[in-house]
């Protein structure tokens, strides 16, 4: 049922035989349907028959066998667990109406009735009980545990479903935040991928952005704005072992703070004592190893998550749609 829409059920006593009885109930519908006050649209002149806009009959079973209660005590605790029941039906439908119109503010609400969708109203104008799952020979107590635990199983189903997509969702946004963060925190992987860095296929060569042998290794460092050229005139002196000429921005990565990356080639020996010298300068030091595996490994992973939720996302519109 779409958001805003209101129905009214009139209920009215009638003779208990089939024949008096049906024909009491035929008379107060054509009087409800010549009550203009209940049809505003033929009220306006619309030249559609009023069976189009109601009201119309709710066949409910009826007679001596239907709807049984058991006693008058059993009538009143059935009132109250009925408003209970009603209560805890209505809450349940309009929190998936409005996760619904969340996950799609142009959702189209429609019943899913027998495996097939229709307009609620179309639905409402042909409702008709179900004998098989609810007898009418059956206490009314019974068919209302039955029908309150189906609610209750596809409440619990819908509830754990958005759970799953929230948690895929977060996921998601979570490494998208990392995509737009600081320098000082955000993965080098996701940076320094293979379209920019410089690596020669074949084997390792002097030129190369990174450097990692047996004896010498690559440190990235972060270089606050307006201190690269500090950093330039001083860096081969923070420790020993720090090879000439070997530092090198990675131009177009700095972030929204002005933040600069740059590359040194240091002897493997003394990289720990660069790093020190770097933070006693206020520099930051990052420990990153370069390899295309591990960011082939990032783009599967994110690609896995995007499926995710996407089909989270399927999921849970599926099973907020039918009313």
Known sequence: MSAGQEYWIVATGCSKTAQ?????????????????????????????????HGPWKFNVPDGERSLMFGSFDNLIRLTEDLAKADMNLDSIVHRLERQYLEIDPKASFKVK???????????IQNWQWDEAKYPRTRQISDNLTLLMSIVNKLDEEARNKLAQYS?????????????????????????LTPDIIKMCPTGPRPDDDFVNTDHM???????????????????????????????????????????????????RSQAENFKKACREKRLVPRDFEYSEEAYRKLVQQREAIDDTVKRQHDRVRRLCQPS
């Open 113 to 123: 009735s027998q495996r097939v969708e229709k307009k609620f109203e179309e639905y």
């Open 20 to 52: 008096s009885g049906q024909s009491e109930k035929d008379s107060f519908h054509e009087q409800m349907k010549s009550n203009q006050m209940l049809n505003p649209k033929a009220q306006r002149g619309n030249n559609q028959p009023h069976e189009v």
């Open 167 to 191: 948690e895929s969702k977060t996921q998601k946004s979570n490494l998208a935040k990392k995509e737009t963060s600081s320098l000082v925190t955000r993965d080098l992987v996701d940076m």
């Open 217 to 267: 290794c690559t440190i990235c460092l972060i270089v606050p704005r307006g201190a690269d050229q500090d950093f330039l005139k001083n860096y081969e002196r923070y420790c020993e072992c720090v090879v000439p000429m070997s530092a090198k921005k990675f131009d177009k990565l700095d972030d929204k703070d002005g933040n600069m990356l740059w590359r040194v080639v240091v002897f």
